[in-house]
């Protein structure tokens, strides 16, 4: 019998040490207090009922909206050796019935439902007869109908309290702010419950956000350097860019899937299942694909496109990583991205005052990419979170953003605006500041204008990046009437008449970026151990081809290069990875360790 949180933990989940405030959350549980745990994606919130459910007496019942997710949960927990099993809409009866049997006669340590199984009468009938553990809510915040993922069934929790009142409970999220967290605190009875509040940070996802200029050729460049053979998702604003990219990137020889509500139901459900299933697939995807996606081991997420909100930037890159290994948020933009971003939101429907907020977060989004400082402070910053000013993880740190004197050039540039009209769109104002010799430039005979040919001292390309960052500073704006017509504002008036100056940031060619530190567990494979992680991988890809299960589900890929770091060549040895526990090391110490004893013997 396991006695302490700390053997559980070694014995079972093969970890050496509690993470966060793990420890301290189990302990509340265990004396039967309630708990409400806020800790960010990939902070270690299972664990937390996870370890007091095989601990406690009786089952522990997590109630999870995500149905999809069950199954690939209880094959991880099997996996450990724990007793666990769900029930909901897509179980069989006689399954079913197997499940209430194993419930009935003590055969279980923990049990997913889907909130609405929970409170059907006949499941309280059958949770009262039985010793339960504990209630464990994920994804609490969906019993807020402030937050944007409500559900129905969330609100009929309540019952927990009512008819279960002496059995612990914990409501656990990765996203509440405070209204959502009061409305959790009220719904679930959860007032005398302490709140585990972890930061939303994400330490292991690097941010990069750099200038469009050839954008396929500056993926493959990230792929091909960074993400070779690496699980990713690639998001695209249209359906169209989506085909196209999926296509594009398989002739370039990588396994890439689209996925867009315009492909059948079939071809998703695919393409999603190889994603989930195989260790190397990138999914190239508009925002629908991402929503109760749980795959741990997603190393990159790009954006080809700028996303709508911060809201949705920082969800979106949150996919990426859910494992704690160091994982890349990646991506590419241009005032193109801008133009057309603001032109769906006007031509939207909704009111001004929609159309208002959503233009708010457009440029709060914009901001993030033309700041010269940490872009996670400023991420963070956003969501009411307070960082230190370095991060050492995002291009700002890393690759500190060199600025200039740019008041002269915005002058032209505002000046140009004005000078031939507030209608023309960026392309045409370069030309007449570089003195471009144009039938359209003639037509208009621009060729007089006082600013024709006064930009000579800057290229194209400065003189777009000049245009960008105006317009993602607010100094100019877009209007869509015209196409992308740039007109002055209010704004632009001090820096027009030189009462106001300006840095810019000089844009560099992308730069490669690289985390500086890195915990032990995070070493990246280098290419002399590219061999054996392979091997090992297709050993994890052999099992579970042959269980019908995620590879992460065998072993996370911390547990595989942990093991191509230390090359252990014993039981003992292989005991001591992180993430090898008693029933993992029975089941497949023995044919990891063969791929090993292999590799060294090669060498
Ligand atoms: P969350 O539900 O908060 O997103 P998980 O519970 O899925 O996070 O945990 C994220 C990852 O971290 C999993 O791979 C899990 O096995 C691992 N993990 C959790 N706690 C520990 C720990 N104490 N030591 C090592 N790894 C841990
Ligand atoms: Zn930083």
């Known amino acids: 019998m396991n006695s302490s949180p700390e053997q559980v933990l070694k014995d079972i989940f093969g970890y050496e040490q509690f993470r966060g405030p793990q420890r301290e959350i ?21 664990l937390c009922y996870q370890i007091p459910s095989l601990l406690r007496s009786g089952v522990g019942i997590v109630i999870s909206p995500l149905i999809a997710l069950m199954q690939d949960q209880v094959d991880a927990l099997r996996e450990l050796g724990v007793r666990a099993s769900f029930l909901n809409s897509s179980l069989p009866p006689e399954a079913q019935r197997d499940v209430v049997q194993a419930l009935r006669t003590g055969g279980l340590d923990l049990l997913y439902v889907a909130p609405e199984r929970l409170n059907q009468p006949s499941t309280l009938d059958l949770l009262r007869s039985l010793d339960i553990a504990l209630f464990a809510i994920d994804e609490a915040h969906c019993v807020s109908q402030w937050g944007h993922d409500f559900r129905v069934d969330y609100l ?10 002496a059995v612990p409970r914990i409501a656990l999220t990765a996203t509440a702010d405070a209204n959502t967290r009061a409305e959790i605190v009220e719904r679930l009875g959860l007032s005398e419950a302490r709140h585990f509040v972890s930061g939303f940070d994400r330490p292991n996802i690097q941010y990069r956000i750099t200038q469009k200029q050839n954008p396929r050729q500056q993926l493959m460049r990230f792929l091909r350097r960074e993400h070779e053979k690496d699980a990713g998702i690639v998001y695209c604003l249209s359906r169209k860019k989506v085909d196209d990219t999926a296509a594009w990137l398989v002739e370039q020889g990588f396994d890439a899937v689209p996925y867009h509500a315009g492909l059948t139901a079939e071809v998703r459900q695919r393409n999603q299942q190889r994603f989930l299933r195989e260790d190397s697939v990138i999914v190239v995807a508009t925002i629908a694909f991402g929503m109760g996606i749980d795959k741990p081991d997603v190393r990159f997420i790009v954006h080809l496109d700028l996303p709508k909100s911060l809201e949705a930037y920082y969800q979106e890159t949150g996919r990426a990583g859910r494992d704690g290994e160091p994982a890349t948020a990646w991506m590419v933009y241009g005032l193109q991205d801008v133009i057309m971003l603001r032109q769906m939101m006007d031509g939207s429907q909704g009111n001004e005052k929609f159309k208002r907020v959503e233009r708010a977060k457009l440029d709060a989004m914009l901001g993030l990419c033309e700041i010269t400082s940490c872009r996670r402070q400023a991420l963070l910053h956003y969501f009411g979170e307070d960082t230190p000013e370095y991060c050492g993880n995002c291009d700002a740190c890393l690759t500190p953003a060199p600025t200039w004197d740019g008041t002269e050039a915005a002058r032209k540039a505002l000046s140009c605006v004005y000078r031939t009209g507030q209608r023309f769109g ?5 030309d007449v500041l570089l003195g471009v010799e144009s039938d359209k430039i003639f037509q208009n005979a621009h060729q007089h204008l006082s600013t024709y040919g006064i930009g000579k001292e800057l290229e194209g390309n400065a003189w777009r990046s000049v245009f960008r960052q105006l317009v993602a500073r607010g100094y100019l704006n877009v ?8 007109h002055l504002n209010e704004k632009s008036r001090g820096l027009l008449k030189g009462e106001e100056r300006i840095d810019l940031r000089i844009d560099v060619q992308e730069v490669l970026a690289k985390p500086e530190k890195k915990s032990r567990s995070s070493h990246k494979v280098a290419d002399a151990d590219r061999l054996l992680w392979d091997a090992l991988r297709q050993c994890r890809k052999a099992f579970a081809d042959e269980k019908d299960v995620p590879p992460y589900v065998i072993f996370h890929d911390a547990s595989l290069m942990d093991m191509v770091h230390y090359r252990p060549l014993t039981e003992q040895q292989f005991l001591s990875i992180s993430g090898v526990g008693q029933s993992k090391l029975e089941k497949y110490g023995e044919a990891f360790l063969q791929v090993i004893r292999e590799h060294e013997a090669g060498h």
């Open 26 to 46: 189990i302990d509340e549980l265990m004396v039967c207090r309630h708990a409400l745990v806020l800790m960010p994606t990939g902070g270690g919130k299972s």
């Open 479 to 486: 209007d869509h009437a015209t196409y992308g017509g740039l």
């Open 426 to 430: 960026v392309n045409y104002l370069i």
């Open 156 to 165: 009929q929790l309540s019952i927990l309290q009512e008819q279960f009142p």
